[in-house]
């Protein structure tokens, strides 16, 4: 579904969304000489030599038509509304400044920008990186073909869904819901991001009992269910962790993004025999402001290249504030690639409220059955049961890549129909 990329760029390319009082071509510059060789005075070392060879650049710059009437972020700078302006901002630096390096390219791209006196509002769009980035980084190591050679599903999404309370079960509790998840057809079960190593739910108890049930399960019917063990700790812990569930015989991991950072997101994905299932928790205070932070075009391209498989996306008509057209933007940028050689697809998860009825206007707007469902009450609040609400989302998913309404659908396949009376 996705277009062949562009020759990477021999730069580092970021474009911004910039609000300002000040001329915007001015705050611009200040932007790229601040994220490279200069600072807020003249310095005796920063000679035309120097500059030529290591100073970031404006590459483009647009002044957008459109009225603002007062300023987006406070800043201690007089600001007269009147000349309150937008514009996009492409700067480049030259790879030699960092490196390949993707902890210090958000120090370049991310770094003291943000908080800038003049600026009123930035948020990041995009990056653009050189092929250096694909030599020095592995990408996701199984992302979506070999999710679905260890799920054993083609053809279709995969289904899912989290375990449900997210905390209170202890590991035999959490073990007997997927024993009935396992034994209803579910291709995939998460952790909840709020269960990690609690005293209630030891990972190592929680692990060694759900996957006594899974490999038992495996062993009857020559199917083995996903699980991503929440392991989201220390390295050292996460690396002992991971082993854990690789020695089981388990076939996923999770880690929480924003709890273990990109430099413990990429020693994961070093060490990592397993696809690892990047949960995204915290992303609304990088994003929600529409004039600050982050786009997810641009932030899943760092985690895509550290490593992660699965990337969380929301989910259409979702509990949270995101609007529809984002989510179907963050799902297809997963499936974009990220270089031509190197494309680093990650699987998109849907989550957040989703029901049996988000799967047609999900499938039409993504095209794609490249991506993993994931519905927590959706599955485990089904009338007939965690098994019916499998079946339901399936049959639902069938229908909508089928072109069949739901309503119609439902007529001959009851879990639908009552999965649709449940979310109506």
Same mark, same amino acid.
């Given at each position: 579904?996705?277009q062949?990329?562009?020759?990477?760029?021999i730069?580092?390319?970021?474009?911004?969304?910039?609000?300002?009082?000040?001329?915007?071509?001015k705050?611009?510059?200040?932007?790229?000489?601040?994220q490279?060789?200069?600072?807020?005075?003249?310095?005796?070392?920063?000679t035309?030599?120097?500059?030529?060879r290591s100073a970031?650049r404006?590459?483009?710059?647009?002044?957008?038509?459109?009225a603002v009437?007062?300023?987006s972020?406070?800043?201690?700078?007089?600001?007269?509304?009147?000349?309150?302006r937008?514009a996009?901002?492409?700067?480049?630096w030259?790879?030699?400044?960092?490196?390949?390096?993707?902890?210090?390219?958000l120090?370049?791209?991310?770094?003291n920008?943000f908080?800038?006196r003049?600026?009123?509002?930035?948020?990041?769009?995009?990056i653009?990186?050189?092929?250096a980035?694909?030599?020095a980084?592995?990408?996701p190591?199984?992302?979506?073909?070999?999710?679905?050679?260890l799920?054993g599903?083609?053809?279709r999404?995969?289904?899912?869904?989290?375990?449900k309370?997210?905390?209170?079960?202890?590991?035999e509790?959490?073990?007997?819901?997927?024993r009935t998840l396992?034994?209803?057809?579910i291709?995939f079960?998460?952790?909840?991001?709020?269960?990690?190593?609690?005293?209630?739910?030891p990972?190592?108890d929680?692990?060694?009992a759900?996957m006594?049930?899974?490999?038992?399960?495996?062993?009857? @019917?020559? =199917?083995?269910v996903m699980?991503? &063990?929440?392991?989201t +700790?220390?390295? #050292?812990?996460?690396?002992?962790?991971?082993?854990l569930?690789?020695?089981l015989g388990?076939?996923?991991?999770?880690a929480?993004?924003?709890?273990?950072g990109?430099?413990?997101?990429?020693?994961?994905?070093?060490?990592?025999?397993?696809?690892?299932?990047?949960?995204?928790?915290?992303?609304g205070?990088?994003?929600?402001?529409?004039?600050l932070g982050w786009?997810y075009?641009a932030?899943q391209?760092?985690?895509r290249?550290?490593?992660?498989?699965h990337?969380?996306?929301n989910?259409?008509?979702?509990k949270?504030?995101?609007d529809?057209?984002?989510?179907v933007?963050s799902a297809?940028t997963?499936?974009t690639?990220?270089?031509?050689?190197?494309p680093c697809l990650a699987?998109p998860?849907?989550?957040s409220?989703q @029901?049996? =009825?988000?799967?047609?206007g999900? &499938?039409?707007?993504? +095209?794609?059955? #490249?991506?993993?469902?994931?519905?927590?009450?959706?599955?485990?609040a089904?009338?007939?049961?965690?098994?019916?609400g499998?079946a339901a989302?399936?049959?639902?998913w069938k229908a909508?890549?089928?072109?069949i309404?739901?309503a119609?659908?439902?007529?001959?396949?009851?879990a639908?129909?009552?999965?649709?009376?449940?979310?109506a």
């Amino acid at each position: 579904m996705s277009q062949r990329p562009a020759a990477p760029p021999i730069r580092i390319e970021a474009d911004y969304l910039l609000e300002t009082a000040s001329d915007p071509r001015k705050v611009a510059e200040t932007m790229a000489g601040e994220q490279s060789s200069g600072t807020f005075v003249p310095v005796p070392g920063e000679t035309p030599e120097l500059k030529a060879r290591s100073a970031a650049r404006v590459e483009r710059l647009e002044v957008l038509d459109e009225a603002v009437a007062a300023p987006s972020l406070p800043t201690t700078a007089a600001v007269d509304p009147a000349r309150l302006r937008r514009a996009r901002v492409t700067l480049s630096w030259p790879i030699e400044n960092l490196g390949p390096s993707l902890p210090n390219l958000l120090a370049t791209v991310a770094g003291n920008l943000f908080e800038l006196r003049p600026i009123t509002g930035l948020r990041l769009l995009d990056i653009r990186l050189p092929q250096a980035f694909a030599d020095a980084y592995p990408g996701p190591r199984f992302g979506i073909d070999g999710t679905r050679r260890l799920a054993g599903v083609e053809g279709r999404p995969i289904i899912g869904t989290i375990i449900k309370p997210s905390v209170g079960f202890g590991p035999e509790e959490t073990a007997a819901l997927v024993r009935t998840l396992c034994e209803g057809g579910i291709d995939f079960i998460k952790d909840d991001e709020l269960q990690a190593d609690g005293p209630h739910c030891p990972f190592d108890d929680r692990a060694r009992a759900v996957m006594r049930v899974v490999n038992d399960h495996a062993e009857r @019917t020559g =199917r083995k269910v996903m699980v991503a &063990f929440n392991l989201t +700790g220390e390295i #050292d812990q996460m690396r002992r962790r991971h082993d854990l569930v690789r020695d089981l015989g388990g076939t996923c991991v999770m880690a929480s993004l924003n709890s273990v950072g990109l430099v413990g997101m990429i020693e994961l994905a070093r060490m990592s025999e397993l696809p690892i299932h990047a949960h995204r928790n915290g992303w609304g205070y990088l994003t929600r402001h529409p004039m600050l932070g982050w786009s997810y075009v641009a932030w899943q391209k760092i985690w895509r290249l550290a490593g992660a498989d699965h990337m969380h996306v929301n989910g259409l008509d979702n509990k949270f504030s995101e609007d529809d057209d984002s989510v179907v933007a963050s799902a297809r940028t997963c499936l974009t690639p990220l270089f031509p050689d190197k494309p680093c697809l990650a699987m998109p998860v849907f989550s957040s409220g989703q @029901t049996v =009825r988000q799967a047609p206007g999900t &499938f039409a707007a993504l +095209g794609s059955t #490249d991506l993993i469902v994931t519905a927590g009450g959706g599955i485990v609040a089904h009338p007939g049961g965690p098994g019916e609400g499998v079946a339901a989302l399936r049959q639902a998913w069938k229908a909508a890549v089928a072109g069949i309404p739901l309503a119609d659908h439902a007529r001959t396949h009851p879990a639908l129909a009552q999965a649709l009376e449940g979310a109506a």
